[in-house]
């Protein structure tokens, strides 16, 4: 217990210790047969897999945190890894199956549980795939956690409310929702799958805003993390924003490549996509057409598989002016 309460005050600047301390009390459970805190700490690896940007690891985690809580039947701990299982099938690009995970929960309040990952995984495949209703009704079963004194919980919750208020067009509200949640990383840290969401959703909602000072700043924030503590994702979405901030100048070439290439090195489907995507359009721009093919090629596979309708069709009207 110790060890884990230790990876807990360490959990936003030393996450390599942590995964080191979680293991060891993992590990000590499991040989003392403390099941219960064996699946505690398992979940907690999987939460550092999610913050290195490791869902496939993070799914690894949390199936011995499952077998863990069947052992001494906790039915809360089922549910939270049913809940955390939604976030990696999502990132995955496992979508239909995360639906069908978030299925198994039970209806109603979300809050009460803390089963806070569907409102940054499940709630962005409502949003993807254009089902503005659904994710709406999503945010509803959380109500409660605005002015929740829970970090994480607020975190998640206006997290999703950045992410709903983007996919309106409202850029002015999901920009400011998404500083909410910013402004808890000096906490939570900058892997927290809420940040991460939130960072997303701020660069997205500000570029469409033409505050190109705004984009700066929060890539700033970004270049300004030390190696150790600087998520991949964000790394990568750091170049997908430099690329599109470059205009027309050779150094979006550049920095596109190397966004498709860490999205794809992630295993983030969605992400490659919409970035090979905007690659495929500015390329279409320059007037290298050509080369455009195979990435809205890509793009238009990918989206077709996830049934991301309203991007698909973007792809599908960016080929025709490639054509």
Excluded at 101 to 128: D, K, Q, W
Excluded at 191 to 216: F, I, N, W
Aim: overall charge negative.
């Amino acid at each position: 217990r110790g060890w884990s309460a230790k990876s807990i005050l360490l959990q936003s600047t030393r996450p390599i210790e942590v995964r080191a301390l979680l293991r060891l009390a993992m590990d000590t459970a499991r040989e003392t047969e403390r099941w219960r805190s064996a699946s505690n700490a398992a979940t907690s690896l999987s939460d550092c897999a999610f913050q290195a940007d490791r869902p496939r690891e993070a799914l690894d985690y949390l199936e011995q945190a499952e077998g863990l809580s069947e052992r001494v039947g906790s039915r809360t701990g089922q549910a939270f890894v049913l809940s955390e299982r939604t976030y990696a099938l999502t990132l995955l690009g496992r979508w239909d199956e995360a639906l069908a995970t978030f299925g198994e929960l039970s209806p109603g309040p979300l809050a009460t549980a803390n089963l806070l990952s569907p409102a940054t995984g499940v709630l962005e495949i409502y949003l993807r795939r254009g089902d503005l209703g659904a994710a709406e009704a999503l945010i509803q079963r959380y109500d409660g956690l605005s002015d929740s004194v829970d970090l994480q919980a607020k975190g998640c919750y206006y997290a999703a409310v950045s992410a709903t208020a983007a996919a309106r067009g409202a850029h002015c509200d999901a920009l400011a929702a998404a500083q909410v949640v910013i402004d808890g990383a000096s906490v939570m840290g900058l892997g927290a799958q809420d940040v991460k969401q939130a960072m997303r959703h701020a660069l997205e909602s500000s570029y469409a805003l033409g505050e190109q000072g705004t984009v700066e700043r929060l890539l700033g924030t970004i270049d300004d993390a030390a190696p150790g503590l600087k998520p991949p994702f964000l790394a990568a979405l750091a170049n997908r924003f430099r690329a599109l901030l470059a205009g027309e100048l050779p150094a979006a070439d550049r920095h596109f490549a190397a966004a498709v290439a860490q999205f794809r090195a992630l295993e983030l489907p969605f992400d490659e996509a919409v970035t090979s995507l905007e690659y495929a359009e500015w390329l279409a721009r320059i007037g290298r057409p050509g080369e455009a093919e195979p990435l809205l090629s890509t793009a238009r596979e990918i989206f077709d598989r996830l049934g991301a309708t309203p991007w698909l069709e973007r792809a599908t009207a960016a080929e025709s002016v490639t054509a």
